[in-house]
């Protein structure tokens, strides 16, 4: 279908950063509408006109942006937000306590639901994109529990990057240890890997799958010749690799104290950096981190809002970002932030490193950018990431009528620099609506809670009371 979106208070390309003011004395008549032709944005103007039987979207009083690309998620986790055993702990209790506790105790349609809710949350906050490190693998797992996370993906209509996680040995990680799980081997891994990657993995810029090589710790669960193999299969494949990393100094403690080098050291000697790599967290990144980092040209997925739940610290981007790293957001588990709001992950970024380095340490555009066109950079996904003729029409429409933005002078980054809650109009990915006046097209959110309290029952009987 055929889109022509109107009369839009202001649109916000991300392809370079500048200043509000700039945005404005730009042109008298700033654009106000997209032309959207068979999935692709084909023009941006004002007084642009119905053409071709196009559907009309009125943009009155909405501002629009680029989709909002989330890098580090685990949807696994958005039905156990709020679990009192976790709430005032660390990540290494946190791990035992919440995730590690529940997970070998999710059944295919539990997970199927909780996708969809952690997806539908996303949406709601101007995501278009999710990419789901998805570690519920172990020695004997059925498949069905991945192709539930996939599924929801489809149904919703929503990009997917599959990161797929795992260990290989229990090791030093606390929640493994905890749960009494028996890791996969790195040939049983490899081979599930490569099944997925035969159904689902698209490599065009386009693409509305990915699957990514995930193992979920370097430094706890998985060995170092392990890792290494993983990496040739994924570079063997032109699969892009993701882990955690140095998310609290347990992680660099453990890494001196096994291999006798850091932890970033360690990652290089097998393999884990370069281009195709991201890592989430990287609070506790050091000088000669950043400088390894950059000098690799490896990413990194800043997720401020659960680095700040769980008490680990802030990523110190600001310096990451000047040594040429590419920077990107990422929501993590609804378990560590009670939450799954890119939009919350936007304001906290600007504000988080504002309070550490003064005012002029982060813009909104420069925050829009890292949500957006970063991500899509890191991913590959060159076909979206910025509002931009021949680019694929991934954007969102936030509504910005309600009383609380009338005395906001700057409308069009008012979403970032307000924070939530937003109002998500109208949200188009691959050039389709699939959210329209706060309804996700795809999903009965009436019978995905009902099916929800149903699989929580059955989580309950198998664990015991959260």
């Not at 032309?35 to 941006?44: A, C, H, K, P």
């Not at 929801?152 to 209509?157: H, M, N, T, V, Y």
Request: aromatic share 6%; glycine share 8%.
């Amino acid at each position: 279908m055929n889109y022509l979106i109107k009369n839009a208070t202001g649109i916000l390309a991300s392809s370079t950063v500048r200043t509000i003011n700039q945005f404005q004395s730009e042109s008298e008549n700033p654009p106000s509408d997209i032309r959207v032709s068979q999935g692709l944005i084909s023009e941006i103007g004002r007084g642009l006109e119905l053409i071709n039987n196009e559907t009309l979207i009125d943009a009155t009083n909405c501002v629009i942006y680029p989709g909002l690309i989330n890098t580090h998620h685990h949807l696994a986790q958005s039905v156990l937000k709020g679990i009192p055993a976790g709430l005032n702990s660390g990540l290494g209790d946190w791990l035992a306590a919440v995730p590690y506790r529940f997970w070998p105790n999710i059944d295919a349609q539990l997970m199927y639901d909780t996708a969809t809710l952690g997806l539908a949350e996303l949406l709601r906050s101007g995501a278009t994109t999710c990419c789901d490190h998805h570690y519920l693998y172990h020695e004997s797992v059925s498949p069905e529990i991945e192709e539930a996370v996939w599924q929801a993906a489809s149904d919703i209509g929503m990009r997917l990057v599959l990161c797929r996680g795992g260990a290989t040995s229990i090791g030093s990680h606390k929640g493994l240890k905890g749960g009494g799980i028996q890791p996969e081997t790195v040939e049983q891994m490899i081979n599930r890997l490569d099944d997925s990657r035969s159904r689902y993995h698209q490599a065009d810029a386009n693409a509305m799958r990915r699957l990514v090589v995930a193992p979920t710790s370097l430094i706890h669960s998985t060995k170092a010749e392990d890792l290494k193999a993983l990496v040739a299969y994924a570079r063997s494949h032109s699969l892009k690799m993701h882990s955690h990393l140095l998310e609290v100094d347990f992680d660099e403690h453990q890494s001196h104290m096994l291999h006798s080098k850091s932890a970033v050291q360690y990652a290089e000697e097998c393999g884990w950096l370069g281009e195709d790599v991201w890592f989430a967290h990287l609070v506790k990144a050091s000088t000669q981190d950043i400088d390894l980092l950059a000098k690799t040209s490896t990413s990194i997925s800043h997720c401020p809002t659960s680095n700040c739940r769980l008490g680990s610290g802030v990523a110190p981007v600001i310096a990451m970002e000047n040594s040429g790293m590419n920077i990107t957001l990422g929501v993590d588990g609804s378990a560590s932030a009670e939450n799954a709001s890119m939009i919350q992950e936007l304001n906290l970024a600007w504000l988080l490193h504002r309070s550490i380095h003064g005012p002029e340490a982060t813009s909104a555009e420069q925050i829009v950018k890292w949500g957006s066109q970063n991500a899509a950079k890191l991913l590959g996904l060159d076909a979206i990431g910025e509002l931009k003729v021949g680019k694929v029409a991934d954007l969102v429409l936030f509504d910005m009528s309600h009383y609380r933005y009338w005395g906001n002078h700057s409308q069009i980054l008012a979403p970032v620099i307000a924070g939530e809650p937003v109002v998500v109009k109208t949200l188009l990915v691959n050039g389709r609506v699939i959210l329209d006046s706060e309804e996700i097209k795809g999903i009965d959110l009436d019978k995905t809670q009902s099916s929800l309290i149903q699989g929580l029952t059955r989580l309950k009987q198998k664990v015991g009371n959260f």
